[in-house]
């Protein structure tokens, strides 16, 4: 998957290093030099650019993106011209940050799929947080869909992907396990690493600190970490 990210700020900067922590590509833009140099060497291909300047965005040639993150922070004017460009451009969804309900509403009628207001978002992950504290981090893929990191609960220990029949009672993917491995080295200390295993089969076991990699829709998420038997 290969995502735009326009915008290098906090919020930006983020969103490009999670995704590249979780294996996609990411082209990261914007016009201060000094964000793009910060941040060249943690994402695929850093440009400086105006992303307003239609001639500059085409000759970037970014056409073949899955996705764009328009997080161009207080700069809303700025941010709802890059988005009818890049629509014009055909990438979709186009993910874009706004200020306020207003910037929200003419983002969404010039072409974003997706808004954030980061202060109602920020309130609602952190109620989230406080019912599942078991997802460790989330990460926006589409409209409505999310892939997080989820902490398997103590119900599901000793139990095989088959026994658990997430994608059936859920409409989820478990596409990978990330397990703890304790060992001892020569001086009789113990040593904790982290293992992925991103081929998980039927008959694997989850195991107390796995941590599972879940792919769906937001709404089947929330059905499976609020479900108290899971």
């Given amino acids: 998957m290969q995502y735009v990210v326009i915008g290098l700020g906090t919020f930006g900067g983020k969103i490009s290093q999670t995704l590249m922590k979780h294996g996609a590509e990411v082209i990261a833009i914007d016009q201060d030099k000094e964000k793009v140099e910060a941040i060249k060497d943690l994402v695929t291909i ?19 993106a899955d996705a ?9 004017e700025e941010a709802i011209l890059t988005t ?6 055909g990438i979709h969804p186009i993910i874009a940050r706004a200020a306020n309900a207003l ?12 808004v954030i207001i980061i202060e109602e978002q920020a309130g609602e992950e952190i109620a989230k947080r ?3 504290p078991e997802i460790h981090e989330r990460i926006i893929l589409t409209t409505g869909h999310s892939l997080v990191e989820i902490e398997a609960k103590k119900t ?34 113990v040593i904790q690493s982290v293992h992925m295993n991103d ?3 039927p008959n694997d076991i989850i195991e107390e600190g796995d941590v599972l990699m879940v792919v769906g829709a937001d709404e089947d998420i929330e059905k499976l970490t609020l479900t108290p038997e899971v």
């Fill in 156 to 189: 599901l220990i000793g139990k095989t992907l088959m026994e658990m029949d997430i994608r059936k009672k859920y409409n989820l993917n478990v596409i990978g396990i990330q397990k703890k491995k304790m060992t001892i080295d020569e001086e009789g200390k």
């Fill in 84 to 89: 009818v460009i890049l629509k014009k451009m």
């Fill in 130 to 132: 406080l019912l599942a």
């Fill in 46 to 64: 850093a440009m400086s650019l105006d992303s307003t300047d239609e001639n500059a965005m085409n000759a970037a040639q970014l056409g073949d």
């Fill in 103 to 114: 910037y929200a509403h003419v983002l969404t009628r010039v072409g974003a799929e997706q």
């Fill in 68 to 76: 764009a993150v328009v997080a161009l922070g207080e700069a809303q």
């Fill in 199 to 201: 081929l998980p089969g």
